[in-house]
């Protein structure tokens, strides 16, 4: 079974042409590999349903608007993971 | 539906918002400045204008969903199949079906249908956010009174 950066990073490198390589779990997914709103739309749709979640990110947004975080707690992609695996986790209590 | 104004959608015949259903009744018109130029001497509804037919069908059940607390705009279009031409004058059925809720978008899959028969499809995305003015909200809520939008699916504006 694929971990969920081996999942993640596949759904990215599918919906928005990017190679593989260009990937890492370090990778911010807007100052690193270009992803705009538009393909992010895409890349939530394809989490959601490969995880069965719905990724909080109007709460994502506003945390970062506010200044609570940075983007890189929700963009990076390790950080990303780690917060689909919290989504996942909850799903399932 | 007037054309020339965007207006697609006529009348929701039903709404079933715990199902994520909607269907609407969309009355092509037999004239309009669209059809002299699209095309002249055959003129039929533009394929985008149906897509725009399938996404304001779908964009209803959305703004249903929010009870109208939050707009929906078009995003993206997938898989979008005009399987026949639509003439003036054509009564038009359209019905979408939200296939996903995510925070801050939806997808909805929708079609429309001339006498049972399927005429075009799509898949629509749009972005879910809050209305940009009171001039928006105040306009979609008039359109959800005329078109039959039920009064308790207009509670959020």
């Not at chain 1, 971990?3 to 260009?22: F, L, N, W």
């Not at chain 1, 945390?63 to 963009?75: K, S």
Request: charged share 20%.
């Amino acid at each position: 079974m694929a971990s969920t950066y081996e999942t993640v990073a596949g759904i990215i490198s599918d919906t928005c042409d990017i190679e593989p390589g260009k990937i890492t779990p370090e990778s911010h997914a807007i100052n690193d590999l270009g992803i705009d709103s538009l393909d992010f739309l895409d890349v939530a749709f394809a989490i959601d349903k490969a995880f069965g979640i719905k990724m909080p990110l109007e709460q994502w947004t506003q945390d970062v608007n506010a200044g609570t975080v940075t983007t890189d707690e929700y963009f990076v992609l390790k950080n990303l993971c780690a917060n689909i695996d919290k989504l996942v986790a909850a799903k399932s209590v | 539906m007037r054309l020339e104004y965007f207006q697609m959608v006529d009348r929701i015949v039903t709404l079933d918002v715990s199902g994520r259903r909607i269907a609407t009744a969309c009355q092509v018109p037999e004239r309009s400045p669209v059809f002299e130029g699209h095309f002249p001497g055959y003129p039929i509804l533009p394929g985008v204008l149906m897509i725009e037919i399938m996404a304001q069908t779908g964009g209803w059940l959305v703004l249903a969903t929010q009870r109208c607390a939050k707009m929906p705009f078009l995003m993206q279009v997938e898989k979008a199949k005009m399987r026949a031409f639509v003439a003036p004058g054509q009564a038009l059925d359209a019905n979408a079906t939200l296939v996903h809720e995510g925070s801050g978008y939806a997808v909805a899959k929708a079609h429309i249908k001339v006498g049972g028969k399927t005429v075009a499809e799509a898949e629509i995305r749009y972005g879910v956010v809050s209305f940009p003015n009171e001039t928006l909200k105040a306009a979609m809520v008039e359109t959800a009174r005329r078109i039959g939008l039920p009064e308790e699916f207009q509670n959020g504006a």
